[in-house]
């Protein structure tokens, strides 16, 4: 009465499964520098936490007997997982098994992985390379016909993006479905010399007349400089990594609360470079990475999108041990203008913050928005105003640090003004409709030219201003609400992050 032959046979097509493409296209794998699907699930997951879901699926082979001969797996691995001893759905396209073509995928798995990440509210990690069960000319003699284009099970892509973290990488060669795979994510990754991403390969955009290889068409340093990827890193064990601590800093799904870690860093510590970290020289640039890792917990700071957007730094941080989310101006990049890039990473930043319910902390010294030619072909009006609506429309408690300049549309988009203003100014601070320095000549310009000197007037009018312009006159009008010394930023943003998060229930 024994069941045992079964399972002999079930251990047996294990066995088969795990061999994925066969010894020789798994070394081929290998010989590209890259690891193989179950090698990166073993990588990316705490060890021994995975418990892979259909993994005898495939495409078995029989003698005349019906007895089986062989199985060529599925080309999609997955399963439940642990990641700093917490669940996750962990998958990888097999690229041994016809480079993830979608003849050799069975697509209810790609559907069932995509809706147990969203049915069970527990973040989501894609490991893509290739057409990640996208298309293939072989499919049409295949079935027989061709068919209408449509991606089933798409619309628990998106359910992910709204419910849970969503975090892709992509490694090797990602197109079409694959491509689509990766940037349908919260956090996506490119390994250099390693990933390319792009709607169609080098083949098929030489029918248009465009010759290419993969790298100058879709390598990491075109897709992550353009916003279409998030990070760039040296290899795949970097990725795992980063994706790792970018799911760190958030909760396991929509309407849950991240985790608060234990902090060593004292709230009130007081960094005494702070005081002289911003120079007097108006054109004079500094380092605003600097103030991050003075005022947030030692060794929290994790910046995401740094390649592209450069004129906003975007990172997760601890405060005191409770993660927010920061959004700080880089004034070694265009000043800290606001381009059309900038803007729309800031756009997205604040959603992401505001999805998963992260206090966020704003640095700001922002001379405006991008101006001249370039600036208007780009649209960075729209991009610019899309960003403050965002910022405007956050429900999440928002702190606001103004470090030196807030400029015009793009410098009153620091905070939502309708709303309490959760605000400090260090004595750097610097406001205004528009700079002084560019508008005297235009608003003094028939007084200027009247006068007897008219650069000993000129200079009469910017001293008289400059003494208007001190932010003490501003505060003397609740205009700001409060002047610190910059040594008193991170004990008061630690105050902000105990305040928010116990406001917000945790």
């Not at 917490?86 to 209810?108: M, Y």
């Not at 990640?132 to 991606?151: C, D, N, Q, W």
């Not at 985790?259 to 007097?280: F, H």
């Not at 740094?306 to 000043?335: E, K, N, Q």
């Amino acid at each position: 009465m024994s069941w045992d032959k079964e399972i002999d046979e079930l251990r047996a097509r294990e066995v088969m499964a795990e061999q994925m493409g066969g010894a020789e296209k798994v070394a081929r794998q290998h010989g590209r520098g890259k690891l193989d699907a179950r090698a990166r699930i073993a990588g990316l997951v705490d060890a021994g936490s995975f418990r892979e879901i259909g993994k005898i699926a495939g495409k078995g082979s029989y003698d005349a007997d019906g007895n089986l001969l062989g199985l060529a797996p599925s080309n999609l691995i997955f399963g439940r997982a642990n990641i700093e001893g917490r669940a996750v759905v962990a998958s990888a396209d097999d690229f041994t098994v016809r480079g993830g073509a979608a003849d050799a995928a069975i697509r209810r798995k790609f559907e069932q992985c995509e809706a147990m990440a969203h049915t069970l509210k527990i973040p989501l990690i894609r490991m893509i390379d290739g057409t990640g069960g996208g298309g293939s000319v072989k499919t049409l003699e295949v079935i027989g016909a061709t068919y209408v284009p449509a991606v089933p099970g798409w619309g628990d892509v998106i359910r992910n993006l709204e419910s849970v973290p969503v975090v892709a990488l992509s490694l090797g060669p990602t197109a079409g479905l694959g491509a689509a795979r990766v940037v349908a994510s919260h956090y996506s990754i490119m390994v250099k010399g390693l990933s390319q991403l792009f709607a169609a390969g080098p083949a098929v955009v030489e029918a248009i007349g465009e010759k290419s290889d993969k790298e100058s068409l879709g390598g990491s340093e075109i897709h992550t400089r353009n916003g279409v990827v998030d990070e760039e890193v040296a290899s795949e064990a970097e990725a795992f990594a980063r994706a790792r601590r970018f799911l760190s800093y958030l909760p396991s799904a929509v309407g849950q609360y991240a985790a608060r870690t234990a902090c060593n860093d004292p709230a009130d510590r007081r960094e005494e470079a702070l005081i002289s970290t911003v120079p007097r020289g108006a054109l004079e640039v500094y380092s605003m990475r600097k103030v991050l890792e003075a005022v947030f917990d030692k060794g929290s700071v994790f910046e995401m999108g740094r390649m592209w957007g450069r004129a906003a730094i975007t990172a997760f941080a601890r405060l005191d041990g409770w993660p927010v989310a920061v959004l700080a101006s880089d004034p070694s990049f265009l000043g800290g203008s606001w381009e059309a890039k900038t803007s729309e990473k800031a756009e997205r930043f604040i959603k992401l913050a505001d999805q998963f319910r992260l206090p966020v902390v704003h640095l700001v010294d922002n001379p405006g928005f991008m101006i001249g030619n370039a600036a208007e072909m780009a649209g960075t009006i729209r991009y610019g105003v899309n960003a403050m609506n965002a910022i405007y429309k956050a429900t999440v408690p928002l702190c606001c640090v103004v470090v030196r300049k807030a400029y015009g549309i793009a410098g009153s988009a620091m905070s939502n003004a309708e709303a309490f203003q959760y605000r400090f100014a260090w004595p750097s601070g610097d406001w205004g409709s528009l700079p002084i320095e560019g508008g005297i000549e235009v608003a003094y310009k028939a007084e200027i030219e009247a006068a007897e000197d008219s650069q000993a007037h000129l200079e009469a009018i910017r001293t008289r201003l400059n003494k208007v312009r001190s932010p003490f006159r501003t505060a003397e009008i609740f205009g700001i609400e409060d002047i610190i010394d910059p040594r008193d930023t991170r004990p008061l943003l630690c105050e902000f992050a105990e305040l928010a998060w116990r406001g917000m229930g945790a």
